[in-house]
């Protein structure tokens, strides 16, 4: 597996992913393109050696804190520690905020397990009407 920063070559295989695993709620391509190389961001990707994307972070900075922006892994991938590696990657050490579906169970404790803790809900926060909680890290653990 080869983490490395995300180039523009890498929006449609991103825009894939973001489809699979955020449905309604993932970016269009235009916004997979700017988050991927936009300004004050971050992003990872994670390729196997045949060179097919297992996932991918993006991470933006706002003020002195960073806000995790998406982390999403492929199914065939998911349970083996990519999204900790990957989270790892893009996260600096410092203050870091993020939003993650109530009903996500396992981000929420991998979250968790990263040092983020729960300090709020936002009710309604996704296209599908599902709550969002918001988690906090003030540095890494």
Known sequence: ?????????DVADVLALER?????????ETAVREELTGPRRTAVVARAADGRLCGYAVTSVAGDVVDLQRVAVAPAHRR?????????E????????LEVGAGNAAARALYAAEGFV?????????RDGSDAVVMRRDARP
């Open 1 to 9: 597996m080869i983490l490395r920063p995300a180039t523009g070559g």
């Open 20 to 28: 699979e695993a955020f449905g309604v709620d993932a970016w269009s």
């Open 80 to 88: 083996q520690g990519l999204a900790r590696r990957l989270l790892r």
């Open 90 to 97: 893009a996260l600096p050490g410092g203050p870091t905020m």
């Open 118 to 126: 729960e300090i709020a809900v936002r009710r309604r926060y996704y």
